[in-house]
């Protein structure tokens, strides 16, 4: 059973940056996809960002391309969300999510999502605010 802990989350004024973490355990980590997702008030889950099992492949939401970077540190067992120029907009609880398959194909970014939708591993998620 794999473990997922985030951690970095907080409160922080528009502009402003947060680095977020990702402890996993369990699991062979090297050989996962990780994703990050979020969700804030009232609204469903959205995607943020995911990093293949090899960390050669990024995909990014559209709304924090430029601004969010992700990484994986297999050594570690962690990955890891850099939030910068935050927005009031990026208020959110912010999820990791593990890919159940080892070493599963990222060539569609749809399918990943999927995968992790609906048979990923997920931690419990850290309180991003974002102040105006």
């Known amino acids: 059973q794999v473990q997922l802990v985030e951690s970095g989350g907080g409160l922080v004024q528009a502009g402003g940056s947060l680095r977020l973490s990702c402890a996993a355990s369990g699991r062979t980590f090297s050989t996962h996809n990780m994703g990050w997702f979020r969700q804030a008030p009232g609204k469903e889950r959205e995607f943020v960002a995911v990093?293949?099992?090899?960390?050669?492949?990024?995909y990014y939401a559209d709304s924090v391309k430029g601004r969010f970077t992700i990484s994986k540190d297999n050594a570690k067992n962690t990955v890891s969300l850099q939030m910068n120029s935050l927005k009031p907009e990026d208020t959110a609880v912010y999820y990791c999510a593990l890919d159940a398959w080892d070493e599963g194909d990222t060539s569609s970014l749809l399918l990943l999502l999927q995968r992790l939708n609906s048979i990923g591993s997920w931690g419990q998620g850290t309180q991003v605010t974002v102040s105006s």
């Open positions: 990093i293949s099992w090899s960390g050669d492949t990024t």
